[in-house]
């Protein structure tokens, strides 16, 4: 028996890093994934590792900024499957690293629509089934940028932070059906996305900065979303986790 048994989970951003980690770790206990991202190649490479563990996956190419694609997305979802019990709102970008005078609106407009748009659209595409059924899951994923914040970060520091503050209001909000919402807010974790933006030197620099002198693995933000979606976490709501190997702690 696996602790996601019977259960559907719908991923954003799982056609890579933390979100095909996650959907992978869930699929092994049991789960069903749909795999949403605008990233058909990466999508497809999730699905098939997700059916070689022996669970059912479909995906879905939407990109979560579009409020119409997201619903239709949604409501094929739970035409395929039945239903979706979980759901972690993961798709994101990397942030637009320059200082506030060079911040464009173009900028704002990519950071707030991916990671708040995307997860206000998702979310209320997917909330009528789970008060109706009086069950849910919820995980936003947000960043040490929403808590702590870093130089250069404007619009990333700015979303992250706002997913923070919609995980906890959703917390109250759907608690009268049960409904958990919690945040995980991931340090510095090797995915395609620093991969992709930082030099060897900057990588080196940032693991530095770690306490722990490394960076997380996609699958160690992934153990702490499948927590949060877990029965072992019925009574959580309105929390963030935050794996970051000690990179918050204060003191020596
Ligand atoms: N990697 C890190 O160090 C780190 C740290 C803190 C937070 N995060 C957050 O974790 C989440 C996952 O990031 P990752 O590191 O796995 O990155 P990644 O680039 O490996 O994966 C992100 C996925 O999201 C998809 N995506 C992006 N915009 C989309 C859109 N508009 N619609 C649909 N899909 C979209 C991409 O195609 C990609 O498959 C993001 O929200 C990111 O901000 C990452």
Redesign the pocket.
């Known amino acids: 028996m696996g602790q996601f048994d019977g259960r559907i989970a719908l991923i ?10 996650t959907a992978l770790i869930m699929a092994e206990r049991g789960a069903d994934i749909a795999v ?4 058909m190649e ?2 497809e490479e999730t699905a098939e590792k997700v059916r070689a563990l022996g669970r059912s996956a479909k995906i879905w190419e ?5 409020f119409g694609a997201m619903a239709e997305a949604v409501k094929a979802v739970e035409g395929a499957f039945g239903k979706i019990d979980v759901l972690v ?6 942030s637009d690293r320059c200082p506030l005078e060079e911040v464009t609106p173009e900028m704002f407009h990519r950071s707030m ?3 708040l748009g ?1 997860a206000i659209f998702t979310t209320q595409a997917v909330i009528p089934g789970m008060k109706a059924r009086g069950y849910g899951k919820i995980v936003n ?5 929403g808590m702590v914040g870093h130089a250069n970060g404007a619009t ?1 520091n700015a979303a ?1 932070g706002g997913v923070l503050a919609l995980t906890k209001g959703w917390a109250r909000e759907f608690s009268e059906w049960k409904i958990c919402v919690n945040a995980v ?10 991969m ?1 933006r930082d030099t060897p030197e900057v990588l080196a620099k940032k693991a530095e900065s770690v306490p722990f002198k490394r ?2 693995q ?1 699958e160690e ?1 992934g153990y702490a979303i499948a927590y949060l979606c877990s029965p072992e976490a019925d009574f959580v709501t309105g929390q963030v986790i935050s794996p970051n190997g000690g990179y918050l702690m204060v003191g020596y």
Do not use: E
């Open positions: 954003t951003g799982s056609g890579s890093g933390i979100g095909r980690a949403l991202d605008r990233n990466g999508a939407a990109d979560v900024t579009d709102n993961n798709a994101g970008v990397s629509y991916v990671h995307g994923i947000s960043s040490i940028q990333y992250k807010a991931p340090g510095h974790c090797l995915t395609p996305m620093p992709a960076y997380g996609p933000m």
